[in-house]
């Protein structure tokens, strides 16, 4: 069965530090998809990256990373230099076709709260 | 930039009533959900919907629940006798490809007493 853990319920860091926040996966297929989605205290929906499951290189967009590790069935993903615009419940989330739509499964969130 | 709309905001509704949230998604999207998320909790899928029909819904979508795109533009979720569980934010999302990234509304806020 798919299945998403967030083990982080909550983190805080002072500004400018670095910030990791994890997701292990599960699923038998072998076609998958994974993205990370930020809900600011406005509380929408902001799509931050998009992964599928053959692509196991690294990216970097500004300060944002994500580790991608198919070995660990993780994709985590790092703030460095953090923000207090950054502050928010980040959601990770898997897709597959297994079920016949790419429905998504969502973890349970991390709160990352950026102290000034 | 496109979005997806939705309306009302907030509702507010009392047991036993029926509502019906509104959604616009992106104009080019093919691929439409819902989604809800209690407060503080995760976001649940409830239903997707393809070539109008329903093509997953989830065990939370019983038979209150429905869904139209009644006019090529609008995508909706009517619940036909609210119950107090029922109490959550609701998110209609579209997407262009089954594989493509899902771009989520901001949410109806649904509030029943």
């Known amino acids: 069965a798919q299945k998403v853990t967030q083990a982080q319920t909550e983190i805080s860091v002072v500004e400018k530090e670095d910030v990791t926040l994890d997701c292990v996966y599960e699923t038998r297929d072998t076609t998958y998809y994974l993205f990370w989605y930020k809900q600011p205290p406005s509380g929408e929906l902001v799509f931050l990256i998009r992964?599928?499951?053959?692509?196991?290189q690294n990216e970097i967009s500004g300060r944002y990373s994500w580790n991608f590790q198919k070995s660990t069935s993780s994709f985590n993903f790092t703030i460095t230099a953090s923000q207090v615009v950054d502050s928010a419940v980040y959601f990770c989330a898997l897709s597959e076709g297994a079920s016949g739509t790419y429905k998504y499964i969502f973890g349970t969130g991390t709160r990352l709260k950026v102290l000034a | 930039e496109p979005e997806v709309t939705q309306t009302p905001s907030h509702q507010v509704t009392q047991m036993g009533q029926e509502v019906i949230l509104r959604c616009v998604p992106i104009s080019n999207h093919l691929y439409f959900y819902w989604y809800r998320q209690i407060l503080g909790q995760k976001v649940e899928f409830l239903v997707s919907f393809y070539n109008n029909e329903i093509s997953e819904k989830s065990e939370i979508f019983d038979d209150q629940f429905s869904v139209e795109r009644p006019d090529g533009s609008n995508f909706t979720l009517k619940i036909r006798s609210t119950k107090l569980e029922d109490s959550a934010m609701y998110f209609c999302?579209?997407?262009?490809?089954?594989?493509?990234?899902?771009?989520f509304g901001p949410g109806t806020r649904l509030t029943v007493l």
């Open positions: 992964r599928n499951s053959f692509d196991e």
């Open positions: 999302a579209s997407s262009a490809g089954p594989y493509n990234e899902q771009f």
